[in-house]
């Protein structure tokens, strides 16, 4: 057929012999243009491969058909470059015949590449819209459902290259950054460094107010009043002074490109888009413990709503979460015992520094119970109990649960474009944050791994990006650099790799510490508890991992973010 077809397209067969002889010369011109990888020993593969000999005969004929009249053209005009005496004709080489082929062979298989990504993505969405046809004009080039971080830096972003964006959300803009997260621990984090560093100035000969009186309702508007300061920043009227339409009510996926808003007043509307983009964020997992509808929790979700300090507080969970809040609550007054079924506190982090935070805690009056895990929850006279699996009671009067967390992907319609969630509750995604619906993205904490507000806002730029301009150039999320920090006290810091993770993984490195407390800035400062630690490639100064434990730990560690993000060695 390949044959066939170069035949009757003009090809003299001539172009088919390795060598052709001139009338009257001895001189042979190559007319035969070879392949790196020759089409046979592609086919030989293919036939490896475990598909049916039916597929195997049409695909390779499919392939050659192409692929030789590419290939048998350019070797044809190649074959006119040379002049009959041998030599090459540089007036042959400029023709317009032979800069047609060799750009016709440059192009060749970036074309066919992207042709059949066409085909592949056009065959999943015909699967995935179950009948529903694509709209032959769309109402917006970008629908983004959650307004959290990750939607809102989507929305922007999309906004800011003149696209037309819809941002749906079911609740309060902002998402859990704002409003049950960063914000608000934050704003209840400072209240209670304010009351430590008041305990320790007498140290300094600073005699005031010990022990200081905590006013808690105080203390909780101090964190409502943060909330009201940010929420402008990301409020509807400031994006839709963007440029981005704003929609308030529960969004449901109907097709590839059509989202049904359920609004707040009732109504309900469809709209159609190119691109969608998940954004629905996370929530806390509520465990299934015996006894737990029965008594008195909160996640950090629900925590913002109490009004008293609990005087007995259990925090289940000894991660970021459980370990910053337990503590704040601690330097208030409560009496706070933290469970969890690991050995140590913040178990992502080496062990040296775990137990560096866990002698802070336990110094301030927190009781650590690690390797327990409650079996079921009572009530007595004295309040709840909780029932550990060795059979110890620890009695409370307020528990805050703090474990894992799941995605938010109830009630979208995935089901109508055949996504599904896993387990948790997270959508999987590609290294283009795309999902197995061609035009679905998603990014954020919705798809599990850094569950970081700055992490769903570099996700976001790769998602909108990607959606917008993917037919032309596309990007994979770059996740080399990600930073993180917790605030306890002392604070913990990290970037890149830790010596736990570079063991796990046999990565060789070298570590290099300094102790703070042969500084003396924070001997001055009475705060020489913690270090710097670096590790590097072995024999050289690329940073692969940095951990500061420490005051400011979170602006310490932005310098090695930039010296590894840019490629700067321990030495400059």
């Not at 409020?235 to 339409?245: C, D, K, N, P, T």
């Not at 208030?332 to 002698?359: C, N, T, W, Y």
Request: charged share 20%; glycine share 10%.
């Amino acid at each position: 057929l390949s044959w066939l077809v170069c035949f009757f397209c003009g090809w003299r067969p001539r172009v088919f012999s390795p060598f052709y002889s001139s009338a009257g010369s001895d001189v042979f011109k190559i007319q035969r243009l070879i392949p790196v990888v020759p089409f046979f020993a592609i086919n030989l593969l293919m036939g490896l491969m475990p598909i049916s000999a039916w597929r195997f005969y049409w695909v390779s004929q499919l392939g050659m058909l192409a692929g030789t009249a590419v290939y048998v053209n350019a070797g044809a005009e190649l074959g006119e470059v040379i002049s009959s005496d041998g030599g090459f004709s540089l007036a042959g080489i400029m023709t317009p015949g032979l800069l047609g082929a060799l750009v016709l062979l440059a192009i060749f298989p970036w074309f066919a590449r992207s042709l059949m990504s066409q085909l592949k993505t056009k065959r999943s969405l015909i699967t995935r819209a179950k009948g529903r046809t694509k709209p032959k004009k769309f109402d917006d080039n970008l629908i983004v459902i959650g307004g959290g971080a990750a939607g809102l830096v989507s929305s922007i972003i999309g906004s800011a290259v003149k696209a037309k964006v819809t941002l749906i959300e079911k609740h309060k803009m902002g998402g859990d950054c704002l409003n049950t997260g960063c914000v608000p621990s934050k704003a209840i984090i400072h209240a209670a460094k304010i009351v430590h560093e008041n305990r320790q100035g007498h140290d300094s000969g600073l005699l005031c107010g010990i022990p200081a009186d905590i006013d808690f309702k105080q203390v909780m508007k101090h964190v409502h009043d943060s909330i009201k300061a940010i929420e402008p920043h990301d409020s509807i009227e400031r994006f839709e002074g963007l440029g981005v339409s704003c929609a308030t009510g529960q969004a449901k996926i109907l097709s590839p490109w059509e989202v049904e808003i359920q609004h707040s007043t009732g109504e309900t509307e469809v709209r159609s888009a190119a691109n969608i983009i998940i954004a629905t964020g996370g929530r806390p997992r509520i465990p299934q413990i015996p006894g737990l509808d029965q008594i008195t929790y909160y996640t950090s979700d629900t925590l913002w709503q109490i009004t008293e300090l609990p005087k007995r507080l259990l925090v289940l969970g000894a991660g970021p979460i459980g370990c910053e809040l337990g503590q704040a609550f601690a330097r208030l007054g409560a009496h706070v015992s933290i469970v969890d079924k690991g050995q140590f506190l913040m178990p992502r982090e080496d062990e040296d520094v775990s137990l560096l935070v866990a002698e802070a805690m336990v110094a301030e009056g927190i009781n650590h119970i690690p390797n327990r895990s409650i079996s079921q929850f009572e009530s007595s006279n004295n309040g709840q109990v909780a029932v550990l699996d060795n059979g110890e009671k620890v009695e409370f009067d307020a528990l805050l649960l703090a474990i894992v967390r799941e995605g938010n992907t109830g009630n979208l319609g995935l089901k109508n474009v055949d996504l599904i969630a896993d387990s948790s509750g997270f959508l999987a995604v590609d290294e283009y944050l795309q999902t197995a619906c061609p035009t679905i993205y998603a990014c954020g904490d919705v798809i599990g791994g850094y569950q970081f507000t700055h992490v769903s806002a570099h996700e976001a730029w790769f998602a909108s990006v990607n959606s917008l301009f993917g037919h032309f150039k596309r990007f994979k999320a770059d996740y080399r650099v990600i930073p993180w920090a917790t605030f306890t006290s002392p604070e913990v810091a990290r970037v890149g790799i830790s010596e736990k993770e570079a063991k796990l993984k046999n990565i060789p490195y070298e570590s290099t510490q300094y102790g703070l407390d042969d500084l003396d800035r924070a001997i001055t400062d009475n705060a020489a508890s913690g270090f710097v630690r670096v590790l590097t490639v072995p024999g050289k100064d690329k940073i692969i991992g940095a951990t500061v434990v420490g005051p400011r730990a979170d602006d310490l560690i932005a310098i090695f973010v930039i010296g590894m993000k840019h490629g700067l060695g321990l030495n400059k």
